[in-house]
Structure formats: structure tokens, C-alpha cells
């Protein structure tokens, strides 16, 4: 982002998050990272919290307490098809918000 002199809101990051429910995604404009170490290393590096991002769902039912146990473990058949259909309309969120913006993007996707 410095070399080619981008700004933040230019950034868009997409992540999995364990503390949104699987099959759902969330648009945000900016915010902390919740919690989730991925979005701290990024926000760390850049030293800001305001760049847009797209949480993809990933919690499914009967979650282990050991979080790492529960990143690391194959999603299950049924898994896999919420999976599958929920990148797909997060792809299609990535589109509406490069078309549109994301204030509208958040009142239509989340």
C-alpha cells in the first residue's frame, strides 16, 4: 500500500471469522479486529483501523473451545455447501461494493 501509494479505503480485506455464524458475512467500513489475529497482524501493520472488509462466517454448530482445534478442521460435507454458496455471494458483495460503494453494499448485504 505505500509503494503504490494507496489509500485506505481502497483496501478491501476478505477473512473467515470463527465468531460469525457459517453461511453469513458481514460488511464493515472500518473497525478492530474483533479479536481475530489475522485482522490484528493487518492492522498493526498499517496502523489504522479504517479500511472496509468483509467477514465470511465460518462457526458451525457444536464449536470446540480450542479455537485452533476448530480453524484447523475440515468443514463437513453439509459445511462445504454453505461454504460454497456463501463465497459466492460474498464474491458478489466484492462486486456491488466496487460498483456501488460500501455504505450501500452494508445496507444490502448485511
Known amino acids: 500500500m505505500r509503494y503504490y501509494r494507496i489509500p485506505f479505503p481502497d483496501l478491501l480485506v476478505i477473512y473467515d471469522d470463527a465468531d460469525l455464524e457459517l453461511g453469513h458475512i458481514r460488511i464493515r467500513s472500518k473497525g478492530s479486529s474483533g479479536g481475530h489475529q489475522g485482522m490484528e497482524s493487518i492492522i498493526s501493520s498499517l496502523g489504522s483501523t479504517d479500511f472496509p472488509r468483509v467477514r465470511i462466517g465460518i ?30 455471494r460474498a464474491a458478489e458483495a466484492v462486486k456491488f461494493i466496487l460498483r456501488e460503494g460500501i455504505t450501500k453494499a452494508m445496507n444490502e448485504y448485511n
Open 59 to 88: 462457526r458451525g454448530k457444536g464449536r470446540p473451545q480450542e479455537l485452533a482445534d476448530y480453524v484447523l478442521t475440515n468443514f463437513n460435507k453439509e459445511e462445504k455447501a454453505v461454504i460454497s454458496e456463501v463465497v459466492a
